[in-house]
């Protein structure tokens, strides 16, 4: 499991949900950032967090950071105060999406990398047409017609200003490359997220981004609803002293040098209108759907409980 940890390191492969059974901290080879973390206890001096500032319904326990209760309309945010100037990076965040939904529940939430922290908005409760870097945990499927996949749904976005998410196309329009589905809610045991970003590259795509954007988590609920919760937020510098100082790193745009094309939002044809070609369309949309998945996730594991180690051992 280490060795596939390293692998990733080095072919810079990024978002990787993980759940299967691992024993051991990841990454205690790297320095956890602390002015770009959020571990236990939560709490400094009085109410306020270290290096956080939180929006909306976020409420702060010994034990989570819950940005939305299970309960409908809320919008709830944390932001990093420090702009953050790593070059190369790792994100671990070990979050819990629950409810009492069987079949509906929703919205999800983004981990964000943008240039605007702290501005409540309608993409999973942070800003639209925002600068920088979104990593969607989209919890449900607001559309059924062609692009549509399973939810829950992992897929990243990034944009510099001019892009809209859309919501009834579950941002199908303008993710990088495909994402791919997760099966992260009300799961028994610890769920993770890791988000590399190394050389330039996350997931399969080439990515340029700024330095000095802001780190944050948002989340949403509408008619429907989950609780969602940060247990920790762990920031490792990946950086080597061979990564590039030479360029401006600082007022560069956010650009993606892949990505499907951003599509014009269309009613969705009937199924019966279907042509042939437009079938091969969405069967070789389905290859890339699943090539996509294959880089960007898939690596699944549990993390046991500190409690369950320490009776193992
Ligand atoms: C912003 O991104 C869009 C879509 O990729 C692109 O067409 C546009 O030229 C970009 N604008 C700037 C200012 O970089
Ligand atoms: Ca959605």
Known sequence: MMMLNMGLLRSALVISFFSTIY???????????????????????????????????????????????????????????????????????????????????????????VKEPMQEGDVFGSKDFFTGLAV?????????????????????????????YDHDRDGTHTQLSSGCVSKFRNLDHDTYISIQYVHDTL??????????YFLGVS??????????????????????????????????????SFFEPPRDHVEDP????????????LLVFGVITICGCVFIGGLFYTKQKEQQRKRFY
């Open 136 to 164: 969607v945990m989209d919890t449900y499927s607001n559309h059924n017609g062609p692009h549509n996949h399973g939810h829950p749904y992992i897929s990243a976005m990034v944009n510099n200003g001019t892009l809209h």
């Open 23 to 113: 024993t051991r901290e990841w990454n205690t080879h790297e320095y956890m950032i602390r002015e770009h973390s959020l571990v236990k206890p939560y709490q400094g001096l009085g109410t306020s967090i270290p290096y956080w500032d939180f929006l909306g319904s976020t409420m702060v326990t010994n034990n989570y950071i819950r940005l939305t209760a299970d309960a409908q309309s809320l919008r709830g945010a944390i932001w990093n105060k420090a702009p953050c100037y790593l070059r190369n990076w790792e994100m671990q965040i070990h979050f819990k999406v629950h409810g009492r939904g069987k079949d509906l529940f929703g919205d999800g939430f983004v981990f964000w990398y």
């Open 270 to 281: 009937k199924p019966s209108s279907l042509t042939t070609w437009k079938k091969v369309v």
């Open 203 to 212: 997931t399969v795509a080439g990515v340029k981004l700024p330095l000095g």
């Open 219 to 256: 989340a949403a609920t509408g008619d429907l609803t989950d609780g969602h919760d940060i247990i920790s937020l762990k920031m490792y510098d990946l950086s080597t002293p061979d990564d590039d100082i030479l360029e401006d790193r600082i007022n560069i745009m956010p650009s993606a």
